[in-house]
């Protein structure tokens, strides 16, 4: 039987005390509402949705029995609005209450999530570059529910270089276009549990340049927002895949389906980008979210589940087998799951900061902006791996009970996987992360944020309250966080004979980012744990350090491998040959 899905309210509260009070509060009444949509109307569908999937007729994709009833209700009860402007029927909350509800959706139901934040983010693009036409006839609309996004970009021939897109656009007499070709894997392309599907389509106009300077974007609904016609957008088919059977992945054919330029011309992967960046943190979250759903899974089967003696009790021979979780190698994958789920929540918290922050625009947020833009692979690539990872180890820890069904473990890696992959896999967004974030502007902003990493530090040191334990972690991070510019340094140097260094280094130089972005945050927390007053429960705290403790001793060593791997250069990745 699937482990219940408990959203992780007392850890997210924790931290929302870097917000004013009335804030902090107002946040988390709207989360314990939403979690417990989440728990009682999403989360029971999971292993439903799994099994049965969609279904493919005709053209026409029929969601799992429930499964749209339940997207309806998320839907009709105005959550798909949280961060959209008032003025458009949303309710102009911020993006970390956002971030942390888009968690709990996605850990309580990967499929159903998809709906949401696909929607969101194509709504956050035609809001920013959209005509006020474009605005007035979508946004309302989808921003109710009544109507849901997609975004298109791939097609068969190209994956993930859009330069080879050869879907196009010419345009007709009233100033609309025609747009021709075919897209793959698009999540939720169609379905039947909204009234309308608004698709954000890259497509190149008759005459634009070659590659991806000459892509533009579009806005093609399935039905005409004025007269309600059926637009020439078809389904050929969805995918028979891993995971997440209850969102279809379709192939669309547009055959001169009638679309409007969203945004200029030939600026179609630039605005693009709008939607990509959003549903990159997006699918942090998702990593997050699965991580924190493989530990309570965990946790749940070690604390009941009864097998041999732990080592400190085998010369014991009377009495029954000890619960798994009495195992040393047990309570290393407990832990290794929790410092992943939390420490990757505190990340993605902190990136949602600097989103609100650049929202509110100005000098602040210009220089947010950039901080954001080299987090956003970080978080993106390196919390859906160690999502991935929670999710195998949920597997270990439950044993061959894990290998089946009956438990809803091996659903966890599977509707996982995808994570990975989508908006760019981790290799793409390496080579983001250190080509253009870092290389690109000449390490300054990875300076800057290792210069908060140094003022936390600094800031322990010669806090009298703070623990003698929490200082020492701070002495630990130091040395990493002075390495970490260096490599860049290292590999710059190399890259000057031969670019593809960068290629090489580019996965290991990530990696180790995350281990110390995590370290970072895990050492923020261990500070405020220690800070947080009556509030909190002693037992929840004292899992806070504990976690920390595992975290500094047993995770953060890992990064020394991806220095080494990275320090070695290209030569070692010769075929032969």
């Not at 989808?142 to 068969?156: H, L, P, V």
């Not at 600094?458 to 970490?484: C, F, G, N, S, Y």
């Amino acid at each position: 039987m699937a482990h219940p899905y408990r959203a992780p309210l007392a850890d997210m509260r924790l931290l929302l005390l870097q917000h004013p009070p009335t804030q902090a509060d107002a946040d988390v009444q709207v989360l314990s509402e939403l979690a417990t949509f989440a728990q009682e109307q999403w989360a029971p569908l999971n292993a439903t949705g799994d099994a049965v999937g969609c279904s493919f007729q005709q053209g026409q994709v029929s969601l799992p029995p429930g499964v749209k009833a339940a997207l309806r209700r998320y839907l009709d009860g105005g959550w798909l609005g949280m961060t959209l402007p008032e003025a458009w029927g949303g309710q102009a909350l911020s993006a970390t209450l956002a971030s942390f509800a888009g968690e709990v959706l996605s850990a309580a139901n990967p499929a159903l999530s998809m709906f949401a934040a696909l929607t969101t983010s194509a709504c956050k693009t035609i809001l920013a570059i959209g005509s006020d036409a474009l605005k007035e006839t979508y946004l309302p609309r989808m921003a109710s529910g009544e109507w849901t996004g997609t975004m298109c970009m791939t097609e068969a021939h190209c994956g993930s270089d859009l330069g080879l897109i050869k879907t196009t656009a010419v345009q007709v007499e009233d100033g609309d276009y025609a747009i021709s070709g075919n897209k793959i894997f698009i999540s939720g392309g169609e379905h039947d549990g909204s009234a309308n599907i608004v698709h954000l389509v890259l497509a190149r106009i008759k005459g634009a340049p070659e590659g991806s300077k000459g892509l533009s974007l579009f806005v093609v609904p399935k039905w005409l927002p004025h007269s309600g016609a059926a637009n020439a957008v078809h389904c050929l088919g969805i995918e028979n895949k891993m995971g997440i059977h209850a969102n279809p992945t379709c192939t669309l054919s547009f055959e001169q389906a009638r679309g409007q330029l969203l945004g200029k011309p030939h600026e179609g992967l630039k605005a693009m980008f709008t939607m990509m960046n959003e549903m990159r943190l997006v699918a942090a979250l998702q990593g997050v979210g699965l991580s924190e759903r493989a530990f309570q899974q965990s946790f749940d089967y070690a604390t009941s589940r009864t097998q041999g003696k732990a080592l400190d009790r085998a010369n014991q021979s009377e009495g029954q087998a000890d619960a798994l979780v009495c195992h040393a190698d047990v309570r290393r994958m407990l832990l290794t799951q929790q410092v992943f789920a939390e420490g990757g929540r505190a990340l993605c918290h902190h990136c949602a900061l600097l989103l609100d922050t650049v929202n509110a625009g100005g000098e602040q947020g210009k220089s947010a902006e950039k901080m954001l833009g080299m987090l956003t692979p970080i978080a993106k690539a390196f919390l859906t791996e160690t999502g991935l990872e929670s999710a195998s180890l949920a597997i270990q820890v439950h044993g061959g009970h894990g290998y089946i069904r009956d438990n809803g473990v091996e659903q966890s890696y599977r509707d996982g996987r995808i994570a990975t992959l989508y908006e760019g896999t981790t290799g793409i967004q390496a080579l983001d992360l250190l080509g253009r974030k870092v290389l690109g502007d000449q390490g300054q902003t990875l300076l800057a944020f290792t210069q908060d990493i140094r003022h936390l530090c600094e800031i322990i040191d010669q806090d009298t309250a703070a623990t003698a334990q929490v200082k020492a972690w701070a002495q630990q991070l130091l040395p990493w966080v002075t390495a970490w510019p260096e490599l860049v340094q290292q590999i710059g140097v190399k890259a000057m004979d031969n670019r593809e260094e960068v290629g090489a280094a580019a996965y290991d130089f990530l990696m180790y980012s995350g281990y110390v972005c995590l370290a970072y945050f895990w050492l923020r927390t261990a500070h405020a744990v220690s800070e947080a007053g009556q509030d909190f429960d002693p037992i929840f705290l004292a899992s806070k350090q504990n976690a920390a403790a595992f975290y500094f001793a047993r995770i953060l060593p890992r990064a020394h491998a991806h220095q080494a791997a990275m320090s070695s250069g290209r030569e070692v990745l010769s075929m032969g040959g």
